[in-house]
């Protein structure tokens, strides 16, 4: 009998949750597998067998919070095992034959949870043993105690289908005993009131990876002294720039020349400039950064994701606007490993993709620095004391920890910013 465990998944994490079972109790496999996909606190992984053979049982439902090395499933390993044949069409007994043979194994493992069944009141582990993973998950995320529910399976499994018609009765009665409760002179309802109302609600358990955006996000806003400051860009000349170039810059290097490349080499000439931007604060100590991996805010199924563009000082247009279209796809894909999101000192992220015209972005601890990118849109603009053109602009911000960063250093670097990007040219000299 194998094991399958969770394996060795970082050095920083510890545990992750069943997102998805890849295989079934009785599904064969072949070793290398993919048996079920982990969601951890900042990517997706998925374990493979290490053997081959049959899958007798699932520990853990979809969902579960497991640890590392803990075992989530047992492998019947079999020496020499292989896919079983397909039945040749002129055997029909052979056909009959499986049937015979699967009624004993049913039976054993039946026979080894039968306990949990006649007597759910000696725990609740036990009985958990018989509930599909769908149950337990739909149990869970309800807040109904399996030995609560009803079942009409003959040997005492719960189904999902338990889980609803028991969640669907107790809705019921919980309707009507408000009702019969309800007083005279209302008044205004309570939160917990409000939850057994008749208004339609959907109660929708976060992702793990949520739960640490949530958690991450809130500790940088209690630890960290966070200031915003803004300035605006004036895109005429990048825009015209690209306009020239885009064609024969796709031709070139099979990949489209974009915003970000040109943002992301004036980020990095302001950094050597205000350099504690590229800072971040370790006890009594500042660890002054002399690389440049520039993390991407990326939108991805399960919530922001921000992959780092490794040496980005060290790369051309190209190969930034490369590193950041094959980082998206990993997003967008749940394929990003966890080196892709490690050690960035800086990082951009741009809301105007989903029309934002300013915000203020929050900083990736431990970073101290975060430019926010917003929506490029017309606006009058004096050009001089008699002109006044309608140019195409775009609001800046950078939000920074002001117990390392000075106003007078941020608003100097968001400036030099401005300064690079309303003269593109000099960028595209660096590379």
């Known amino acids: 009998m194998g094991e399958i465990k969770v394996p060795e998944l970082a050095e920083s994490i510890s ?13 064969f496999v072949e070793k290398g597998d993919y048996i079920v996909e982990l969601e951890t606190d900042k990517v997706n992984v998925e374990i493979t067998a290490e053997d081959s053979g049959v899958l007798t049982e699932l520990l853990a439902g979809e969902g579960d919070t497991v640890q590392v090395g803990e075992t989530i499933a047992r492998l019947e390993a079999k020496e020499g095992a292989s896919a079983p044949a397909a039945p040749k069409a002129e055997e029909k007994p052979a056909e009959e034959a499986p049937k015979q043979e699967a009624a004993p194994a049913q039976q054993k493992t039946v026979e080894e949870v039968a306990p949990a069944a006649e007597a759910p009141q000696q725990g609740s582990q036990k009985q958990w043993l018989i509930a599909s993973p769908a149950a337990r998950k739909a149990a869970r995320e309800r807040g109904i105690k399996l030995d609560q529910v ?7 499994r719960v189904r999902k289908h338990d889980i609803d018609s028991y969640a669907d009765q107790k809705s019921n009665e919980q309707k009507q005993q408000a009702q019969a409760s309800k007083p005279a002179n209302p008044v205004s309802p309570s939160p917990a009131a409000s939850e057994n ?8 358990r976060m992702s793990r990876r949520r739960q640490t955006i949530a958690k991450r996000l809130v500790e940088v806003q209690q630890t960290a002294a966070m200031l915003t400051t803004f300035n605006e860009v004036d895109m005429t000349a990048v825009m015209a720039l690209r306009k020239r170039r885009k064609d024969k810059f796709f031709e070139q290097h099979d990949v489209r020349l974009g915003f970000m490349s040109f943002f992301t080499k004036a980020v990095v000439a302001a950094l050597k400039k205000y350099p504690l931007l590229n800072a971040e604060i370790q006890g009594n100590e500042l660890l002054i950064k002399k690389f440049y991996d ?3 805010a990326v939108s991805a199924p399960d919530g922001l994701v921000v992959p780092v563009v490794r040496d980005a000082d060290r790369k051309t247009f190209a190969g930034i606007e490369g590193s950041i279209v094959d980082l998206a796809k990993k997003a967008r894909d749940n394929k990003l490993a966890l080196k892709d999101l490690q050690g960035g000192t800086f990082t951009i992220t741009n809301g105007g993709v989903f029309g934002s015209l300013m915000s203020t972005p929050i900083l990736n601890g431990p970073q101290v620095g975060i430019l926010g990118m917003h929506k490029v849109q017309l606006r009058p603009v004096a050009i001089d004391e008699e002109r006044i053109e309608n140019r195409p602009m775009m609001y800046i911000a950078l939000s920074y920890d002001h117990r390392i960063v000075d106003g007078k250093e941020a608003v100097s ?3 030099t910013v401005k300064e690079l990007l309303e003269d593109p040219e000099s960028l595209l000299l660096e590379g």
């Open 197 to 204: 109302s008749d208004k339609p609600v959907e109660r929708e």
């Open 294 to 296: 520039i993390g991407i």
């Open 15 to 27: 545990e992750g949750t069943v997102a998805q079972w890849l295989k079934q109790v009785g599904d």
């Open 413 to 415: 670097f968001l400036a």
């Open 150 to 156: 009803p079942t009409t399976d003959p040997l005492g």
